[in-house]
């Protein structure tokens, strides 16, 4: 299913193997503007999916086309990659630089143009409350804050594609609720993908909720239709909370 007409990111019949495991069985999904969350229990594939997207990890059939390039050429993947923006579970490969000069990097490494980093990286600091910590080494942050920290980096460049594993991972409510508003506000513009075992970040967060369940597309809806799966609605976290955990189910 797709809610949006200007599809951004085309995958088509894409299966990848970790040795003889089929982590990803011809999964096939288009991706337009806005916000797809990605759920499903541990190993179902949504980390590699991720991963795949970023070209990280090689397709071994099937195609991703990114705004027209195919990520799995040559050519292709430095296009694609150039419009990527990329968070994982435990990102640290900035940890030895101050939370502002990592944003100015992975502008710098995006093309961004210098006069325009400094405007970018101020809002995507003000945005995720790291004003007060700019100036200070990512490896000396909490773990919540290094998490935002990270985000930051990756909002500030403003790519076409922003993918994130988990972006909310060991963050309290009320920093979280600020990491799903800095989430929707860059899907305004721009087609992000995030993975969550959290109904809290879907609900209100997306209108696409896509279910991994072994390698393979087990639901591709919006929460209203992911509600109405549950058959019983009377626990802590609502109906959307047991149709997320009905779903990953192992």
Known sequence: MSTHADNAVAIRNLSVRYGRRLVLDSVSLDIGTGVTALVGPNGSGKS????????????????????????AGIRGGERARELIGYLPQDPTDLAHL????????????????????????TYSLEELGLVDVQGHLISSLSGGTRRRAY????????????????????????????????????????????????????????????????????????????VALATDSAIDNGPLDRAVRMLGKP
Request: glycine residues 6%; aromatic residues 4%.
């Open 48 to 71: 590699t999916l991720l991963r795949v997207l970023a070209t990280l990890v090689r397709i071994d059939s099937g195609s991703i086309r990114m705004h027209g390039h195919d990520v």
């Open 98 to 121: 101050t939370v502002r000069e990592a944003c100015y990097y992975s502008m710098w490494l995006h093309g961004i143009r210098r006069r325009r980093r400094v405007e970018q990286c």
């Open 151 to 226: 985000l930051a980096t990756v909002l500030a460049c403003r790519p076409s594609v922003i993918l994130l594993d988990e972006p909310t991972a060991g963050l309290d409510t009320a920093f979280r609720h600020q990491v799903i508003a800095a989430i929707k506000n860059a899907a305004r513009e721009s087609s992000v993908v995030f993975s969550t075992h959290l109904a809290e970040d879907i609900d209100g967060c997306t209108q696409r909720v896509v279910a991994l369940r072994g390698g393979n597309v087990s639901f591709d809806g919006n929460p209203d239709q992911l």
